[in-house]
């Protein structure tokens, strides 16, 4: 079974600039999670979806982040205009529903400078 | 709001020894609790998923525990190996929309 799978892996921007993230979910899972992880800290939830709704995004910074999920697979994070403190990994998970096992890909680490 | 705490927040052990991290959440209306395994520069490995009706799980030599009524988690790792090295993070989910709430993890190194 394929995993989650994320590109790039790696984005450098300079502050001011735009950047967008793409997650491909395991086969099959309706539920799709991005979430923020800044170096030493865990994980921080940033949005999740239902197949393509959105059932949570309280934590995303919607001043400059965006996300959206059409046809409820692929998803796409974007950041317009990035800050230095958006500098993390980027991690997309996905999961069958819910409240079932969540699978993380690699995530992609993005600084700005 | 699920809160997750997780101490300690670095361990050190020599090869062979038995340890326990400990989780611990605020909010104990959960549906499960999850232990991942996160190595540097790489994204989260699910180690043990735990129902809210189990009080367990094992998988090799890990062991998850679940005690919802004090709102803790220990995971036990038995026999450690350097291997193991790695930063472990508990999740438990928020509120009804079951998002993962993380810890701040344990950073552990076991030495040879």
């Known amino acids: 079974e394929a995993g989650v799978a994320q590109s790039p892996r790696y984005k450098i921007i300079e502050k001011r600039q735009s950047v967008a993230f793409w997650c491909n979910p395991i086969?099959?899972?309706?539920?799709l999670y991005w979430y923020q992880q800044i170096l030493g800290q865990g994980p921080k939830l940033l949005i999740q979806f239902q197949n393509n709704g959105v059932v949570d995004d309280s934590q995303l910074p919607k001043d400059r982040f965006s996300a959206e999920r059409l046809k409820g697979v692929d998803s796409t994070l974007k950041i317009q205009p990035a800050k230095l403190e958006d500098s993390a990994v980027y991690l997309c998970a996905s999961s069958w529903t819910s409240n079932t096992e969540a699978f993380f890909g690699q995530g992609t680490r993005l600084t700005v400078v | 709001k699920q809160e997750v705490t997780q101490i300690p927040a670095a361990l050190s052990v020599p090869e062979g020894e038995n340890l326990v991290l400990n989780c611990s959440f605020t909010d104990s209306a959960i549906y499960n609790l999850q232990w991942f395994r996160q190595d540097p520069g790489k994204g989260l490995t699910s180690l043990l998923l735990?129902?809210?009706?189990?009080r367990e799980q094992t998988s090799g030599r890990l062991n998850a525990s679940l005690d919802k009524s004090s709102g803790r988690s220990t995971l036990y790792i038995a026999a450690s190996q350097p291997g193991d090295s790695a930063t472990y993070l508990c999740a438990a989910p928020h509120d009804a929309g079951n998002m993962l709430t993380f810890g701040g993890g344990t950073r552990l190194m076991v030495k040879p």
């Open positions: 086969s099959g899972h309706a539920t």
């Open positions: 735990i129902q809210s009706s189990q």
